[in-house]
């Protein structure tokens, strides 16, 4: 008999503990994991070095021995794709984390303590938002100088309005919130209530909404690359790549298209890693 | 004789919104001794949770406290500056709500959150406060503490939930206890659970309860002392047993008339005619003659004053002291 009760004890709870993850989740992160892999290994996987130049080889088509073809300059394009991953990959991370963690603590003060400070914030986000955001990021590199640290310090300036307004909102619905008048009973200070108990509640759409942010980051610098106010050529970036290409395409479409494929589908992976973890984490989007 | 541990006096709270003030609780007076345990009870709307959020200076930005004073241990709690205010809040009274499910941090594990009260108010370590948290989830009868704290409220089944609520306000260690209706959202039978839970910790801790409540029917297994609100103010208050044997305020007799006995299926209950005041538009004189039945041409006009037809019974009502008025 009690042997039966365990059984049934158990069961229950081994279905609970396998997590009913979407299949979104998945793929995203499984898509996601693959470009992080190969970022890492670089080094070791990259068959040539990505800025040699080769001119006696150039706008080879992809073959054995260059399994993606070459460039114009000779340059192998399956390593500068593979040395490419880890930029693209950091200009869409680090692009979408200061503007978040800026966004979040703004937005976070904003919607807790209202009053002039909100209005003055909000006031200063609508500013930003009222300008086209292309414009006003090429504008601020254009001040800074290109390079891929202006490209993180225009994101961080630009970027960080989408997620004050999306945590503000959270914050403001939290704050009237039951188990936060609890917390006050309890005698917890501003600084603990809204670290400990509205931050962590407040940040789960905003998490979801920067998967989804990463893709467009990516996109949005390898145009910026292109438009050759990012990453700088010989560097292998993927924008840069296609960039570097278009007077060839004609003749040797695979300099841009592996690039542009690539682009494609790290930008799928972020996309069902977001909304997998939006429908996993209950989000509505 | 010393001071009551608590002792709210004349206690009103005003509602100013678009430039009008409107008096939604008025002069409230009430003590409450360590160890005893008071039921609040009265109609939604009579002012009863807005009485006690005043009480731990938790009002919502349109009310404040407009007159009075609550005295904890002698020391006035409506002089407080906000910070003083904020530290007294959870230390010396606490509260729990009528909804534990949404008045717990759902994104916290329920240890942490108890733990969370117990660092911040006796400045305990990590460790000590884990343990002090897993040993109040066991004060609260939950079983298997040391599993359960590392859980989330999603979890724990709704008396659960309210033992754990009830495990976070101990935490501070507070010497009042405000029950915001706490057994309300849940099942009769973890009802009584709950209630007994509540008067095991006052023998233990000595605490203070206010209970907030309509349900008549927990007062009585429950408190020692009753005060009656209607339309935001006090109309009866007193021992329990003197109160609900003998009520004085014609509100009370019919608050308890209404109440279901085991025995008398079949017949439909009785009901008090007509709706609470509206706060905005109360009527003249008493204010609950509207739906009196015993109501002479004092009631119209003049508004009862506080009356002790017996020691330590009070009951605001012309006819209080009997009938001849």
């Known amino acids: ?285 | 004789m010393t001071a009551p541990l608590l002792e709210v006096r004349d206690l009103s709270v005003a509602l100013s919104r678009a430039g009008e003030v409107t008096t939604i609780v008025d002069r409230v007076s009430f003590a409450l001794e360590a160890g005893q345990v008071m039921g609040l009870v009265g109609e939604s709307g009579s002012g009863k949770s807005v009485t006690c959020r005043a009480l731990i200076g938790l009002l919502p930005g349109t009310l404040s406290i407009a007159g009075g004073s609550v005295l904890l241990k002698g020391r006035d709690l409506t002089a407080l500056e906000p910070e003083a205010l904020r530290r007294m809040r959870g230390r010396e009274i606490g509260m729990i709500f009528q909804n534990p499910s949404s008045h717990l941090d759902p994104v916290m594990r329920i240890g942490d959150q108890i733990a969370e009260g117990i660092r911040l108010h006796r400045g305990a370590s990590r460790r000590e406060a884990r343990s002090a948290a897993v040993d109040l989830l066991r004060q609260v009868g939950i079983p298997d503490p040391e599993q359960r704290a590392g859980g989330y409220p999603h979890e724990f089944s709704g008396g659960m939930r309210q033992r754990a609520m009830i495990a976070t306000a101990l935490a501070c260690d507070p010497e009042v206890l405000i029950a915001d209706e706490p057994t309300t959202a849940l099942d009769v039978t973890v009802q009584a659970q709950i209630l007994r839970l509540l008067l095991d910790l006052r023998d233990r801790r000595g605490l203070a309860i206010i209970l907030i409540t309509h349900d008549l029917g927990v007062v009585a297994q429950s408190c020692d002392r009753i005060a009656v609100m209607y339309g935001g103010t006090l109309c009866e208050a007193g021992a329990k047993r003197a109160v609900l044997a003998a009520p004085r305020h014609p509100y009370t007799a019919r608050l308890i008339a209404c109440q279901p006995s085991q025995g008398d299926g079949g017949h439909l209950l009785p009901f008090i005619p007509g709706q609470p005041p509206a706060l905005a538009d109360l009527p003249s004189g008493c204010r609950f003659h509207p739906r009196c039945d015993r109501t002479f041409d004092r009631c119209t006009a003049a508004r009862p004053e506080p009356s002790w037809p017996e020691p330590g019974h009070m009951a605001a009502c012309h006819r209080a002291l009997g009938d001849a008025a």
């Open chain 1, 1 to 285: 008999m009690s042997a039966v009760a365990g059984t049934t004890a158990v069961r229950p709870r081994l279905k609970l503990r396998l997590p009913r993850v979407p299949g979104a989740l998945w793929w995203g992160a499984g898509i996601v994991g693959f470009f992080v892999l190969v970022a890492l290994l670089a080094p070791v996987i990259a068959p040539y070095d990505p800025i040699a130049q080769d001119t006696a080889n150039a706008l080879l088509p992809p073959g054995p021995g260059h399994w993606l073809g070459t460039d114009n300059f000779g340059r192998d394009v399956l390593s500068r794709l593979i040395w490419g991953t880890r930029i693209d990959l950091m200009m869409g991370v680090f692009g979408v984390l200061f503007p978040f963690i800026v966004g979040t603590a703004i937005g976070c003060v904003s919607g807790y303590f209202g009053g002039w400070v909100d209005v003055v914030v909000m006031r200063i986000v609508d500013i930003v938002i009222a300008f086209p955001f292309l414009v006003l990021m090429l504008a601020i590199i254009a001040i800074l100088g290109p390079g891929l640290g202006s490209f993180f310090i225009a994101m961080a300036l630009v970027g960080w309005v989408s997620y004050a307004r999306l945590v503000r909102a959270q914050v403001l619905v939290l704050k009237a919130s039951d188990f936060v008048t609890a917390a006050r009973s309890l005698g917890y200070g501003h600084l603990r209530i809204m670290a400990r108990h509205i931050l962590p509640n407040a940040m789960v759409s905003s998490i979801v909404f920067s998967m989804s942010d990463v893709v467009l980051t990516m996109l949005l610098g390898a145009s910026i690359s292109y438009l050759g106010l990012g990453v700088q050529p010989p560097t292998a970036e993927w924008g840069v790549m296609v960039a570097e290409s278009q007077n060839f395409i004609i003749r040797a479409w695979w300099i841009a298209a592996f690039p542009g494929v690539a682009l494609a589908v790290i930008a799928l992976g972020f996309s069902l890693l977001g909304d997998g973890l939006g429908e996993w984490l209950g989000v509505k989007e």
